[in-house]
């Protein structure tokens, strides 16, 4: 009798209070073993691009987990990058774990491979196929319009179309670093008509160059530019979701590109490093990230907005990964393009 009236307790709680049956919720990412491990180390450094108003909030739910202490230190992509390689050349264990989406461009030494047990959740595309590493979130790359400036029944139809739009001269912008995206362009069009388009589409719309996604998809946001020529998706959601009157409009191709983690192999902390990779790629900080319009690479959390993904059926989607030698090349490309002498 008393099992049974227990029971009907707790099945009214849950009822009741779902915010505090959620919350006490085993963490599937908080392996026991590793835990230990981790907790006996202490502390975990972790390199990211990601932006502090995101990136420390999450970093604060992984501290109040499993009491690991972390420094989190962010730099763009390409510094982070230049640090790690000077710190490994002096053999200097100084960081743990890297969140950027240029982890596979780093030497396969720098980094060392592991299996996390979120690992299994993750789509078959968000993972490298030598574990060195793994996705926490995707890049979609589409042009976005200030909804207040551009009605939508004027946005262009194709890539082709933006060339025909003088009438936006001076008002388009891109950032200085879009290298993935130009390679799908070239990868979709073929290397002359798409240096052909792009050169027809500069001429026509002379685009201002600006540096910083973000700082693009708020100065859409606030009217400074009425379009970007590129952006990623997750941060023109990110300004609507703040109030901001703009929106994607998706043309072929889409580049899409990941938010890697990786571990380094000269971890100071090798095993709270893994702990903190598997948290990231982990349904909970996935979850958190889609606050902030990060679109997940799990099926089992739902983007913010929920049509992110499905906004986008029906156009060529180009993965794109780069490996050591591929953002120097891109990047000449981008500069002969858009900043020529």
């Known amino acids: 009798m008393t099992i049974k009236i227990l029971r009907m307790v707790c099945a009214a709680l849950c009822l009741l209070a779902p915010a505090s049956v959620a919350k006490a919720q085993t963490r599937p990412w908080m392996t026991p073993e590793l835990l230990a491990a ?7 450094t972790v390199y990211s691009s990601v932006n502090e ?3 420390l909030p999450m970093w604060k739910i992984f501290e109040e987990a499993t009491g690991i202490k972390v420094t989190f230190v962010r730099a763009s992509d390409v510094a982070l990058n230049a640090r790690i390689a000077i710190e490994f050349r002096a053999k200097q264990p100084s960081w743990d774990v890297n969140i950027t989406t240029a982890v596979s461009q780093l030497p396969p030494d720098v980094l060392a491979p592991f299996e996390p047990s979120e690992a299994a959740a993750l789509d078959p595309a968000a993972r490298a196929s030598d574990r060195r590493w793994y996705a926490s979130s995707a890049n ?9 400036l551009v009605a939508a029944a004027d946005l262009p139809r194709s890539f082709e179309d933006f060339a025909a739009r003088k009438k936006w001269r001076g008002r388009v912008a891109i950032d200085g670093a879009d290298i993935q995206w130009l ?6 069009f073929g290397e002359d008509k798409a240096r052909k388009l792009l050169q027809d589409i500069i001429a026509a719309t002379q685009p ?5 996604h973000l700082a693009l998809a708020r100065s859409v946001g606030a009217g400074e530019y009425a379009l970007a020529l590129n952006n990623f998706t997750n941060l023109t959601y990110n300004v609507a979701s703040n109030g901001g009157p703009t929106d994607i409009f998706p043309l072929d191709p889409v580049a899409a590109f990941m938010v890697q983690v990786g571990v380094s192999a000269q971890a100071p902390h090798p095993n709270a490093a893994r702990l903190a990779a598997n948290f990231a790629i ?13 679109i997940p690479v799990r099926a089992d959390v739902t983007p913010n907005p929920p049509d992110a993904i499905t906004r986008l059926k029906g156009r060529t989607i180009i993965p794109v990964v780069f490996g050591p030698d591929d953002e120097r090349k891109w990047k000449k490309q981008f500069d002969e393009l858009f900043r020529p002498r």
């Open 38 to 44: 981790a907790k006996a180390e202490g502390a975990v």
């Open 53 to 55: 108003a995101e990136g």
């Open 140 to 148: 979609y790359n589409t042009p976005a319009y200030n909804t207040k």
């Open 183 to 188: 390679s799908a362009m070239f990868q979709h």
């Open 208 to 212: 201002v160059v600006v540096d910083g």
């Open 282 to 294: 982990s349904a909970e900080a996935q979850a958190f990230g889609a606050q902030f319009g990060r």
